[in-house]
């Protein structure tokens, strides 16, 4: 199964706008599921972005959206369920396809998970999956490491444990391998490029809470990250950083 990609392009002022390409992710679900999906659950839905665009451009479709947070699913228009999705209470073979976009890496019971998916879909059903890989943003974690290193006086600090690192895009065909068919792997590679500090320090403090859990100092190592920037600017002009994710289709074997 070949995947074509869709690119968006930037807009707004996160990190993220300056990433070239951007990619349009539930249009390349959408080009890629087929017709006779009738029936589609997305499990973690979490604000209904993917939810509203499935069901604008399938209408013809059954589209459900899953979290397991009550209090996210209240301002989205039914048919929506709270559950986990190591426990999903629907019937057995209630689905043709089922995404779980950037969702698995937060489920705490991962093959309970893929298992209880693998039973709600129809034979032959799909499931759409996107992650990212291990070397994704690689830059902001050594920049990071470096400021927090030089403010604990030592040669490297401690690195962020990314979330994606439970589940990441070159481990995910080994984790999906015992319950589904592999059909496709696309990679989305990219590239953001900054030409100024602040939207890389306005992406860092995000880190707050997972430097005060790993005891770095949050303040120190922002102003030190700003002075190892402004010296990269002056030898470079420019500052960037490498992204790379992916969507990979599997199959319930029939």
Known sequence: MRIRTRLIWPHGQSLYSWQQPRYDLPGIVLDHLPASATSVLDLGCGNGKFLDRLRRERPQAFVIGADISPGILAPLPPPTVAA??????????????????HMLYHVAELPAALEEIRRALV????????TNAHSDKVELD???????????????????????????????????????EQVATVDLPGVITVHEPEPVLAHLRSYRAWADEGGVPFEAT?????????????RHGEFTISCRGGVIVVRKLL
């Open 84 to 101: 986990d999705a190591a426990a999903l209470p629907f019937a057995s073979g209630r689905f043709d396809a089922v995404l779980a976009l």
């Open 222 to 234: 922002i102003e030190r990250a700003h002075e190892l920037l402004v010296r990269h600017f002056d």
């Open 123 to 130: 034979p032959g059903g799909l499931v759409f999956v996107s």
């Open 142 to 180: 050594d920049l990071w490491s470096a400021a927090a290193g030089d403010v604990l006086g030592i040669a490297n600090g401690p690195r962020r444990v990314a979330l994606s690192e439970r589940f990441a895009l070159e481990d995910a065909p080994r984790l999906l391998d015992p319950y589904f």
